[in-house]
């Protein structure tokens, strides 16, 4: 006897991707209303992953054969947990970080950008890598020359900004999927 498998129809998973896009619009909303508390809770989360690391290493640590490869790894894991506590008692100075951080790959990701504009620009459409890079490059050197204030703004307001892109590509992805299911079910009942 064949069994039956039971498959989401496109408008049963599109409609809960729809409502995971409309709360990361409604929570990318709340970061860019709030971008020092989201800036705090992105940070909060990678300190909380840094102490984990760490607490592998640890647990590895005594899985390892031979002293010496024991004691390096216990010296990494305690390294990771005491950098990741620090991060978690000291989340102004981790956002701070963080935000330096940013800024510096932003710099590199428009003079790579750019690079690559001079590299590609007889090619149609290559304006695009252009202004890409340009964006990116002053971005990067406007958090840079206003660090550490714009550790205030910076991180949240991004992340907020990314969220709410996520969302709005998620909710018109599920919206297209949906259509294409209606005008393929009405297809085959035409047929």
């Known amino acids: 006897m064949g069994e039956t498998i039971p498959i989401l129809t496109p408008r049963a998973g599109s409609t809960t991707s729809i409502l995971w896009g409309v709360a990361l619009v409604v929570l990318g909303v709340l970061a860019v ?23 592998v290493h640890i647990v ?10 024991m004691i390096w790894r216990l010296l990494v894991g305690l390294a990771y947990v005491a950098f990741g506590g620090y991060l978690l008692f000291r989340p102004l100075l981790g956002v701070a970080s963080l935000t330096l951080l940013l ?11 750019l690079i690559l504009y001079s590299k590609m ?8 890598v252009l202004i890409d890079g340009v964006i990116t490059l ?13 550790a205030l703004w910076a991180i ?6 990314s969220m709410m892109i996520s969302g709005f590509t998620r ?9 294409a299911g209606s005008i393929e079910r009405s297809a085959k009942l035409a047929a």
């Open 103 to 113: 800024a510096a790959l932003f710099v590199i990701e428009g003079v790579l950008d």
């Open 171 to 179: 909710v018109a992805m599920s919206l297209a999927i949906r259509r």
């Open 138 to 150: 002053l971005l990067g050197l406007m958090i840079y020359m206003q660090w550490p204030s714009s």
């Open 121 to 128: 620009r007889a090619l149609r459409g290559s304006s695009w």
């Open 33 to 55: 209303g709030s971008p020092l508390l989201a800036a705090v809770a992105v940070e909060s989360a990678i300190a909380w992953l840094i102490v984990f690391a760490g607490g």
């Open 60 to 69: 590895l640590a005594f899985r390892s054969h031979g002293a010496g490869s």
């Open 156 to 161: 949240g307001l991004l992340v907020g900004i």
